[in-house]
């Protein structure tokens, strides 16, 4: 069968963790380790659709400068087609994230300026219809704009694109396509923004609010709590298993839609699909890089782990 062609847009920068080595006092300089790699909602879902089996291009917008040079590299090593603009005079963008000693994310910054100015523009290219046009689906970040999003799922129709929300400010850029998506990918606290509710309420509001929306399928992870899929059958939550341990939980979700996209575009049933997802930011949480190695060994593992929630929650009868 051949593999699918996908066609990520959005983010593709540099990525910078900070992980504390004693605890967190907020206000004081605590002791801990900074490391630098090339990361991006979309560019990391789709390095893990690549080792997943799907071939992919990105488009991006990166500087003339050194950070713009090794995100194209980045892709390059990837094994992906680049597409993206490069702006010699502009700065490349960055995120810049502090974690606790647990891995959880305490503070972030995200310097995105470019994105922001020129995104819009290069979404009308005329080259665009025809990139999209070679590709089997299209996989998009909230990095985008909303007129750039709105754009996007225009040139898009007929092809399944699928999104991912990036934060709670940037999700709500995605409103007026929900209708457009094959599956939207977030954080309950994104989740909730979007669909203009209170984290603390029930996830089942959410997900109904967000069909009322018009959104067909999404997927709402919740830290250690169950990740909640939904579509027009109904809805189901899996509880993910206990990490082996915890390097990073920045990327995760990344990994999952990656995964899931796949697993999708396939044919593969939408349960069995959230199953695979799953398994991937399973490994991406044991993992301190940006994108985790999905090799078949380690990935039929997890993926093993994952299956055995699952049926210990079918089990218990147990409701999202």
Sequence with gaps: MRASRILAIGGAHVDRRGQMTGTFVPGASIPGTMREDVGGGAFNALRSAVQRGAEGAMISLRGGDAAGGAVGLAIAEAGILDLSAVFLDRATPSYTA???????????????QLYETAFPKQLRRAKLREEIAAADAVLCDANIPAVGLQRLASLAEGKP????????????????????????YMNRREAAALAGLGVEDPVEAIVDRLRMLGLPRGVITQGGDPVVGFDAIGITAVPPPAPRKVADVTGAGDA????????????TPFGKALLEGMAAALLAVENPASVPAL??????????????????????????
């Design 256 to 267: 999952l839609a990656g995964a899931m996209t796949v697993a999708l575009l396939g044919g």
């Design 161 to 184: 694109l699928f999104a991912i929300a990036i934060s709670p400010a940037k999700a709500v850029r995605l409103a007026e396509i929900l209708p457009a998506l094959a599956c939207l």
């Design 295 to 320: 090799s078949k060994q380690a990935f039929a593992e997890a993926l093993a782990l994952v299956s055995e929630a699952a049926e210990r929650q079918m089990r218990a009868g147990a409701q999202p």
């Design 98 to 112: 502090l974690l606790d000693r647990d891995g959880d994310v305490v503070a972030a910054l995200a310097d995105m």
